[in-house]
């Protein structure tokens, strides 16, 4: 039953809802424009503060569901973190894009935000202060992902918990590795919402 609800949490995280909605809605490809990245970042630079704020919302509520239907058929703490993990790689790697997709934040986002309420109040709070004082999503994203681990060891979450939290943030950092280049030679692009 594991690995029921990691295969549907796998096939959740793939939907490319940044992709689907530009296409449906706005009628682009999003991948050509900006980053090239589906996610909300991306939507949010091309089209808006609306568009890209829908994206988040949709893309957290994959993880978030991913999580509560491992919980539903299996409930273990493992069960649900390996739901977690398997709609951040989908999300990143969905099946639907050839194995290509976005970084995973707001899913994973939306993981924690099941598994650890508690420590996903601190770190989009992280995130907030950090991307409103310079302008870099991509560092705000960085540092609340290195923030999850340490947080969910500190708050005395189940060890599959913290676990989960360093292999998401791994996975995170990972997919920001242009990002961490260009932030060191100071050729990040700053957030600003888009009107295409």
Known sequence: ??????????????????????????????????????????????????????????????????????????????????????AILGHSASVFLRFKGGKGVATGLGVIAMLMPAVTGVVFFAWLVIVLVTRYVSLGSIVGAALVPVLAFFFGCPTEYTV??????????????????????GTESKIKAGHR
């Open 1 to 86: 039953m594991t690995l029921f609800a990691c295969i549907i949490a796998y096939l959740l995280g793939s939907v490319p809802n940044g992709l689907l909605l530009c296409r449906a809605i706005w009628h682009i490809d999003i991948r050509e424009y900006g980053s090239c990245n589906i996610g909300a970042t991306n939507v949010y630079r091309t089209l808006g503060k609306g568009p890209g704020a829908l994206v988040f919302a949709l893309d957290f509520l994959k993880g978030f569901l991913a999580v509560y239907i491992a919980m539903l058929l299996v409930g273990t703490p493992l069960s649900m973190v390996l739901g977690g993990i398997a």
């Open 164 to 185: 989960f939290g360093v292999l998401a943030a791994v996975l995170v950092i990972v997919r920001h590795h242009t990002n961490i280049t260009r932030l060191l030679n």
